[in-house]
């Protein structure tokens, strides 16, 4: 069974930053894509960030674009998502995601649990 771990969420203030974790463990046969994704309260989940397995293309949500930059280890199964300038709208759950390819990561994927990262004004 594929388990996707985060950790790094919590409670900043806004303009600093933080670091998101993904450990992916189970039977995940390589190249797949990893990425992010997040849902904020009310609101529909949504993509935050994407690579490819070898990190030939990433994709970046113009709402975080220049702020957030997404970056894999694979012999650690791991991906980061490094958050600065952070916002209160960037407030919202955030999903670790690993699929066949980027385009795949928010319909055909394998989700994490989430992570809360909270950014106060």
């Known amino acids: 069974q594929v388990q996707l771990v985060e950790s790094g969420g919590g409670l900043v203030q806004a303009g600093e930053s933080m670091r998101l974790s993904c450990v992916a463990s189970g039977p995940i046969f390589s190249p797949y894509a990893m990425g992010w994704l997040r849902q904020a309260p009310g609101k529909e989940r949504e993509f935050v960030a994407g690579?490819?397995?070898?990190?030939?293309?990433?994709e970046i949500a113009d709402s975080v674009k220049g702020r957030f930059t997404i970056s894999r280890d694979n012999p650690k199964n791991t991906v980061y998502l490094q958050m600065n300038n952070l916002k209160p709208e960037d407030t919202a759950v955030y999903y670790c995601s690993v699929g066949r390819n980027i385009g795949t990561l928010m319909s055909n994927a394998y989700w994490g649990q989430g992570t809360q990262v909270t950014v106060s004004s």
């Open positions: 690579m490819t397995w070898d990190g030939d293309r990433t």
